[in-house]
């Protein structure tokens, strides 16, 4: 099976940045989706990104456009989330997922790390 780890959660400020990566023990198939999902306090998991292995798709919730940036590193087997501008609100623990081809953006995962978190504050 896939094995994600996450990695680069921490404590930051209002307003500033954090990079979050997740490294897969090996490379999906082309088409399959890496996601990332959070879950804050009190919150049910939402999801926040996802890409593709190819192609140059990317989605984004709503609440983090414009703020977030998910990319990949295929050599690396790696897929990273920059956040920037981060308000009190995305604190929480962000986890990797990887879902297979053949469904939408949105559709069940079917692997997941164990979620590094991140903590914004005032």
């Known amino acids: 099976q896939v094995q994600l780890v996450e990695s680069g959660g921490g404590l930051v400020q209002a307003g500033g940045s954090l990079r979050v990566s997740c490294a897969a023990s090996?490379?999906?198939?082309?088409?399959?989706?890496m996601g990332w999902f959070r879950q804050g306090p009190g919150k049910e998991r939402e999801f926040v990104a996802a890409?593709?292995?190819?192609?140059?798709?990317?989605y984004y919730a709503d609440s983090v456009k414009g703020r977030f940036t998910i990319s990949r590193d295929n050599a690396k087997n790696t897929v990273y989330l920059q956040m920037s501008s981060l308000k009190l609100e995305d604190t929480a623990v962000y986890y990797c997922?990887?879902?297979?081809?053949?469904?939408?953006?949105?559709?069940?995962?079917?692997?997941w790390g164990q979620g590094t978190q991140v903590t914004v504050s005032s």
């Open positions: 090996r490379r999906t198939l082309s088409n399959y989706r």
């Open positions: 997922a990887a879902g297979s081809a053949g469904s939408g953006w949105l559709s069940p995962y079917d692997y």
């Open positions: 890409i593709r292995w190819t192609g140059d798709s990317t």
